[in-house]
């Protein structure tokens, strides 16, 4: 089995800054594209962010660019979302995925393209 594991979050203000970080044990993290999604309370998850396998290309909504950085280190089986001027609205539980089998290596901002989910981790925002 893979397992990812998130780890980060809190509880800021408006503006300051967190890193997120989700260590797996996915054997093919070097040649797999992985994802950032959030689901807030009361709404569906999310897309955030995406990174291919090499880290030469990413994928961000809206909603974040400019603020939040996806990157990885293959190295270590680690991705980390770099996330700044933070927000009420970003107020959520963050979750890390990597990419199924068909095209792994590519970003993607559609859920059912991600085969395994770490367990999430909170990010609460006050203003």
């Known amino acids: 089995q893979v397992h990812l594991v998130e780890s980060g979050g809190g509880l800021v203000q408006a503006g300051d800054s967190l890193r997120l970080s989700c260590a797996t044990s996915?054997?093919?993290?070097?040649?797999?594209?992985m994802g950032w999604f959030r689901q807030a309370p009361g709404k569906e998850r999310e897309f955030v962010t995406s990174?291919?396998?090499?880290?030469?290309?990413?994928l961000e909504a809206d909603s974040v660019k400019g603020r939040f950085t996806i990157s990885r280190d293959n190295s270590k089986n680690t991705v980390y979302l770099q996330m700044n001027s933070l927000k009420p609205e970003d107020t959520a539980v963050y979750y890390c995925?990597?990419?199924?089998?068909?095209?792994?290596?590519?970003?993607?901002?559609?859920?059912?393209?991600?085969?395994?989910w770490g367990q999430g981790t909170q990010v609460t925002v006050s203003s």
């Open positions: 995925s990597a990419r199924s089998e068909t095209n792994r290596w590519m970003v993607s901002r559609f859920p059912e393209e991600y085969a395994y």
């Open positions: 990174i291919n396998w090499n880290g030469g290309h990413t």
């Open positions: 996915e054997r093919t993290f070097a040649s797999t594209a």
